[in-house]
């Protein structure tokens, strides 16, 4: 059963959304739904590496240019990420604030600023009893930390920007 726990991301989100501990989180696979032209929901999975909490309420988010996700998230302004691991189940809602950006060391890739409007936790309810999450998506081989493409999307994601 999912209940709105507010409209920031909790602490315990935004230490988990925040890179200080990226290296344990590789691997990890989040789902996050942009609504298409249709206005169906649109899934994609992104990484740990690819999105970044600034604060409780501001998050970066680094995926293709162009993309059918990224054009999703540019004309409709709205996404929810999805995180399901053993420890947790949390939906975020996000809107855009900014973007799509360049990202001037990748032109295949594109920056979004985004807005935390609420955030909900799923648990599972007295008549599911124990029943509870036990891992979520992974992915492999795990991408170092020093590669290319890790090295450029952390830079991208290192600070907020917007359009001045």
Do not use: C
Not at 2 to 16: M, N
């Amino acid at each position: 059963m999912s209940l709105k726990v507010g409209q920031a991301l909790t602490p315990a989100l935004l230490e988990r959304l925040s890179q200080r501990d990226l290296e344990s989180r590789l691997g990890l696979a989040l789902p996050l739904v942009t609504v298409d032209a249709g206005r169906r929901p649109h899934p994609m999975l992104i990484s740990y590496l690819e999105l970044r909490a600034y604060d409780a309420s501001t998050v970066g988010l680094v995926i293709r240019a162009g993309s059918d996700s990224a054009d999703n998230l540019a004309e409709r302004q709205v996404a929810t990420l999805v995180i399901t691991e053993p420890d947790v189940v949390a939906y975020v809602k996000l809107r855009r604030i900014d973007g799509p950006l360049p990202v001037k060391e990748d032109p295949r890739l594109a920056y979004f600023l985004l807005a935390v409007e609420e955030v909900r936790e799923d648990a599972a309810s007295p008549e599911e009893g124990d029943a509870r999450i036990v891992g979520g998506p992974r992915f492999a081989p795990v991408l170092r930390l020093d590669s290319p493409w890790a090295r450029v999307t952390l830079a991208a994601v290192s600070r907020p920007r917007a359009r001045a």
